[in-house]
């Protein structure tokens, strides 16, 4: 494929998910994990085998700042990233952060409801100029948030991840109302993006040289039938994940099909609120791995999705009993490799070509105790669906679309929020125990193809040969 396209990989910055909750499958935590805290350097040198040039992590926002602005600076947090930065750049590998993966200080919840309250707003400021502060002489590239829109929707409309507020239909939670409290704390997600960028734009950018943007997760959404409801509920969809965020930040205020459907419940920007949305972005972060099907729920009778159904459409995975893909690991996550191709179009169509980064992009394997290392390693299917992937956003980049980057999710196989260890999404599979890494098969063919080969996909007898000489 085209060489516009840059060779960067993405890998989770794992922070303590309270296991007891009942909400991690397989009751397991986040404590150690890949101890990516204690093996940085080793996990660099495979980066550095791998040939890659830019490497994204996220900042834990409660080990900088454990109460947030009430409190101290860690300065132990300060050295751990700074370490990291360091021994990226002396193998000539560019950190590319992000200042907020779902985690924030409990402090924060405790004092004020934390993304329920306008307060976050200065706290998030706050932590964002420490970071600027501590790590942009180094740092060119900044994401303020990685997926707020997942956030919003595990955190408070159907309540998985903490603090686990809902209501009915949506969830079954103690506490929370999904029918208002997705659009406040979206808003204050919006305006604690905008706070940063600004004080990014005013004290540190002309200095430092570097950018900034925000990363939005997102699908593809087809029609389920032939027909203009259908269509129009595809592009609904659209309008309730990636411009939920996207249209304030770029363009000034929410999608007129919000407003439309969440009524009085959609919260207003004021005049100082829309000045301060004028710092915008310098570029769109992209999460892709999937797409789905939608039928309309606004103009015929049918049962709202509990994840999708705020935008009054029912999504499903089949039409005519045919999945939309292959399945993967991941309930409700399938191998569509044109959705990428779709998602990008889309963005460079609505919001005027701004440069994007595919910021995740990645297969998920069955990790439980049944999957042997030999069936880990040998993993063909992610072979496949990175070369098809890359395939289909490469017809995008032909189109003319200005993606700058594509980052695979991820190094390693890892703690995966709700699911535990219970898939893999890593080019390195690790045994827990003894913290060991091993390429797979995914690895040493995402080298071949960082160093110029136009790799074919590759047959399952070959897979083994290369596999049982590593």
């Not at 935590?29 to 992590?57: C, I, K, Q």
């Not at 297969?363 to 098809?388: A, C, L, P, W």
């Not at 890494?437 to 040493?444: G, Q, V, W």
């Amino acid at each position: 494929m085209p060489r516009k396209i840059a060779s960067f990989l993405a890998f989770q910055m794992v922070h303590q998910h309270a296991a007891n909750s009942g909400k991690i499958l397989d009751g397991s935590n986040g404590d150690v994990a890949d101890d990516h805290y204690h093996l940085y350097t080793e996990d660099v040198e495979l980066l550095d085998y791998l040939g890659v040039n830019s490497y994204r992590f996220s900042i834990s926002w409660a080990r900088i700042l454990p109460r947030g602005r009430f409190g101290e600076i860690n300065l132990e947090g300060i050295a751990f990233y700074s370490n990291i930065i360091d021994a990226l750049l002396l193998k000539g590998i560019q950190p590319f952060v992000t200042l907020n993966h779902f985690d924030f200080p409990y402090e924060l919840e405790h004092r004020y409801g934390a993304w329920l309250s306008s307060e976050i707003q200065k706290d998030f400021a706050y932590f964002a100029e420490v970071c600027f502060n501590a790590f942009g002489d180094r740092v060119k590239f900044w994401t303020t948030f990685n997926e707020p829109n997942l956030l919003i929707k595990f955190s408070y409309m159907i309540g998985v991840f903490p603090p686990c507020r809902c209501s009915k239909p949506f969830g079954n939670c103690t506490s929370g109302d999904s029918a208002v409290e997705p659009y406040v704390v979206a808003h204050n997600v919006i305006l604690s993006h905008a706070t940063a960028v600004d004080v990014y734009r005013r004290k540190y950018q002309a200095k430092q040289g570097g950018s900034i943007g925000i990363v939005i997760a997102t699908k593809w959404y087809e029609p389920l039938r032939n027909i203009t409801e259908d269509y129009a509920a595809a592009q609904r969809a659209l309008s309730f994940e990636a411009a939920w965020f996207l249209d304030p930040i770029i363009n000034g205020d929410y999608p007129a099909e919000m407003r439309d459907i969440v009524g009085s419940n959609l919260p207003e920007f004021t005049p100082a609120e829309q000045r301060l949305l004028e710092s915008k972005l310098d570029f769109i972060g992209i999460n892709q791995y999937s797409s789905t099907y939608v039928r309309d729920c606004k103009y015929s009778s049918c049962q709202l999705d509990f994840y999708e159904g705020n935008a009054l459409v029912f999504a499903t995975d089949e039409r005519d009993g045919v999945p939309i893909g292959k399945p993967t690991a991941l309930s409700g996550i399938f191998v569509v490799p044109y959705g990428i191709e779709k998602v990008v179009m889309y963005m460079k169509q609505r919001y005027n070509n701004t440069p994007m980064y595919i910021t995740e992009n990645g297969y998920s394997q069955k990790g439980d105790s049944s999957t042997s290392m030999e069936e880990m390693v040998n993993d063909i299917e992610r072979v496949e669906f990175i070369h098809d992937y890359l395939s289909y956003l490469s017809n995008a980049i032909r189109q003319g679309a200005d993606v700058r980057g594509y980052f695979i999710w991820s190094l390693l196989d890892n703690f995966e929020w709700a699911f535990g260890y219970t898939i893999k999404f890593g080019l390195y599979y690790v045994d827990f125990d003894s913290q060991r890494r091993a390429p797979k098969l995914s690895a040493e063919w995402y080298k071949k193809f960082l160093n110029g080969s136009n790799l074919p996909k590759v047959k399952e007898d070959d897979a083994k040969l290369v596999c049982s000489s590593s």
